[in-house]
């Protein structure tokens, strides 16, 4: 069986068009098992965000995953954030992004 190319190119590029647009509104599930390196286990991201709660963050939402780095949004003094949370703990953020309700 061989695999119309042509047609997955347009199907997939709109999967991951919606996908991106419902990701503004909804976090990323507990776990996501499966075969790529955006996978992660629910132990993954109970470490990924203890780590930012210890850095100070809190409302934190993982955004996105990959190979073993979280990124994820998230509050601190007032400030919204992005922060990436390395395999090993580390935790790195952006300049604030704006006020919480902003």
Do not use: C, W
Request: glycine share 10%.
């Amino acid at each position: 069986m061989r695999l119309n190319t042509k047609s997955l190119v347009p199907a997939l590029a709109f999967a991951i068009l919606g996908t991106m647009s419902a990701a503004g509104s909804a976090a990323l599930p507990d776990a996501h098992p499966g075969p790529t390196v955006n996978d992660y286990t629910a132990a993954e991201s109970g470490r990924a965000e203890a780590a930012a709660r210890s850095a100070g963050y809190s409302n934190l939402e993982i955004t996105m995953v990959q190979a073993g780095n979280f990124f994820l949004k998230g509050e601190k003094a007032g400030q919204t954030y992005f922060l990436t949370v390395t395999p090993d703990g580390k935790v790195y953020h952006s300049g604030p992004l704006s006020t919480p309700s902003g």
